[in-house]
Antibody, heavy 122, light 108 residues
């Protein structure tokens, strides 16, 4: 059974860097044709794709946030880490990580974590 | 980027009735479209991928159709647990993946 669990500080100050960790189980981050992505959802708003990393370390970013995001994976810990720099109150959201299969290109997210809520405030 | 537009924003339906949700893409996404259900306080759940394929353990009352720029999610007979927000997502024009703004299905 595939599961993902997000962790992060609940409160960060403006201009700080946010580090989000996704711990996965039920699959390996080196398994071919597997990816883990990050998606966020501001309160009462829609979903927004942030970044994705594949088994072969291929990385994809949302161009609108590219300069602020870095995604990495630690295969020994079964973790995917996303850092977002220069946090702003508009970045207040629930952040989800999700498992994504691969088929000649990026696909959908078939298993999601429960999400972690991050508030940006001084 | 490809803009996904869902309609209506809110749909009021009585239990047992049919619900039809629409999703339009600003450019063709072929059949690379997914639908997600999000219940209050929960993470999204994959319902449909490749426009019409039900994900694992999704009841047969959920069906998807369409290709190119016009897509539909149909719930044939609404159950109490189906009252939620539904999102479409395209994965053809990359980057980035893009989602619609959601349709809330509420009790009439």
């Amino acid at each position: 059974q595939i599961t993902l669990e997000e962790s992060a500080p609940t409160l960060v100050k403006p201009s700080q860097t946010l580090t989000l960790t996704c711990t996965v189980s039920g699959f390996s981050l080196t398994t071919a044709r597997v990816g883990v992505g990050w998606i966020r959802q501001p309160p009462g708003k829609a979903l927004e794709f942030l970044a994705l990393i594949y088994w072969d370390n291929d990385k994809r970013y949302n161009p609108s946030l590219n300069s602020r995001l870095t995604i990495t994976k630690n295969t020994s810990k079964n973790q995917v880490v996303l850092t977002m720099t220069n946090m702003d109150p508009v970045d207040t959201a629930t952040y989800y990580c999700a498992h994504s299969p691969y088929r000649n290109g990026p696909l959908y997210m078939d298993v999601w974590g429960k999400g972690t809520t991050v508030t940006v405030s001084s | 980027e490809t803009v996904m537009t869902q309609s209506p924003a809110t749909l009021a339906v009585s239990p047992g009735e049919r619900a039809t949700l629409s999703c339009r893409a600003s450019e063709s996404v072929r059949g690379n479209l997914a639908w997600y259900q999000q219940r209050p306080g929960q993470a999204p759940r994959l319902l449909i991928y490749d426009a019409s394929t039900r994900a694992s353990d999704i009841p047969a009352r959920f069906s998807g159709s369409g290709s190119g720029t016009e897509f539909t999610l149909t719930i044939s007979s609404l159950q109490s647990e189906d009252f939620a927000v539904y999102y479409c997502q395209q994965y053809f024009n990359w980057p980035p993946w893009t989602f619609g703004q959601g349709t809330k299905v509420e009790v009439k």
